[in-house]
């Protein structure tokens, strides 16, 4: 089955985020197969107008009306973008809780009523049988303040729980990405890896969350789905089977496996055979699975042993540089005595999170030209959009990931914005190569080191006879050198 990547939870200007919800549809289609935007519905338990309080009480309120006086025309225009086979769009819409943290309403239907109930399980209810699920997100802030309340969970409404957002990873409190935002900590009573505790049985995606109209936004997340096509019915059924996983932003290929079966999968046997296949961005660092919440396998990626290389990644990051609104790329990429086979975008859109009183509103806010033009064997094109950097530890740069397949003479001649470099795969094996656009205060741009084959691919298969709980969960966590994530949903055996 082909692995599709997707954004189930992002926003924009039909609320209370920012920008035009055609520019979003827009983003997601240029590396994206798939994606809903959400709309900021409703609130049943939202805390009282009082001193202090009145800008979000009232931009909630705001964005909630908005949002329901446009509901027809943006079930409309999220349906035409639909194509199957080419790009596929879900409705969807947010509800905030206190009582059950915040949960997305995904569904199949095309006509997805916009409905108001006090939880996710009475507004599934009220839809008169459309097909639709509760995606719990963020889920590990402290619970009452938006986190989930795991004893009011229900996984038959809820088959996925999101991980990963631009707010960081709700994995477990030890996870990396930890919550930044003013909504607060993580707690450890509302991770996933106490839901799994629990005994629920869920699976894993990751979205943005972006509130300017960007989904997929590079390093936010996405979610890779595993479906026999590119329809919204095979899409659908892989979301209730959760043949999911969360990736953080590069998207790295995985399939897991326990007997054939495939992630999200529940079965019963005391004889298990686990497969673990990755095909990642950057070299590997760790892959550790999981059983029953505890590390049972731990490969480090530092003792994989070189072999042959066929292909090479190589990354190519540009940004930097003083444009806090965007600088835009020009790029051309020339190969010789090597073969293009790949080519993967890392794109992000201005970041915004949460609407603030600076924040005026701009329907073109993420209106940015990031596309690939004309890519063949041996020659790139492309335009693209980087921005400084927010702080020195918060990348705001853009970036295409190469495939390359040659050998230590395949030369790489780049030329960005006027700018020209040569470099050869030999070299970028030895190390990195920065250039400057000019001599001093400028944008730049990265070539990374290159990436031999054996350091970003790994097959592992083991044979498991011994049970330890009525049901096992078996999981995987995916660590790049680059500090790229992938959680790949579990699956449960049954003695
Ligand atoms: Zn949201």
Known sequence: MPIYWGDLHNHCGISYGYGSLANALEAARGQLDFCAVTGHAMWPDMPPRQPGFEFVVDFHERGFAKLAAHWEEVLSQVNAANREGEFVTFQSYEMHSRTYGDHHILSLSPDLPLVYADSPAALLAALGGRPAIAIPHHVAYVPDYRGIIWERFDGATSPLVEVYSKHGCGMSDQAPYPYLHTMGPRDG?????????????????????????????????????????????????????????????????????????????????????????????????????????????????????????????????????????????????????????????CFRGRSVLAPSEETAEDEAINALENRLLAPSRDHLAWRCTSFQNYTTLHPATAALILEIRGDARTTLQATLNGVRAEVSLGELLEAARGVHLKPYNAEAFLLHRAVPEWAYTFHGEWVDEAPQQEVDVYDAEVRQVNGQYAWLSPIFVEK
């Open 189 to 345: 009573r509302t991770t996933v890896r106490r839901g799994l505790a629990l005994g629920h049985r869920f699976g894993y995606t990751a979205s943005t969350d972006h509130h300017a109209g960007y989904p997929g936004s590079y390093g936010d997340g996405r979610v890779a789905v595993l479906a026999e096509a590119k329809t919204r019915q095979a899409l659908w059924q892989a979301l209730l089977e959760r043949r999911t996983y969360a990736v953080t932003g590069d998207k790295i290929a995985c399939r897991f496996e326990v007997n054939g079966f495939p992630l999200g999968s529940e079965l019963g046997a005391t004889r298990r055979e686990v497969m673990l296949d990755i095909r990642a961005c950057d070299a590997l660092d760790r892959i550790t699975l999981y059983k029953n919440n505890v590390p049972w396998r731990i490969i480090e990626g530092p003792s994989l042993a070189p072999r042959p290389a066929e292909t090479y990644k190589v990354r190519l990051e540009m940004g930097w540089g003083w444009a806090p609104s965007g600088y835009l790329w020009e790029g051309d990429l020339r190969l010789s005595d090597g073969e293009l086979v790949g080519v993967e975008t």
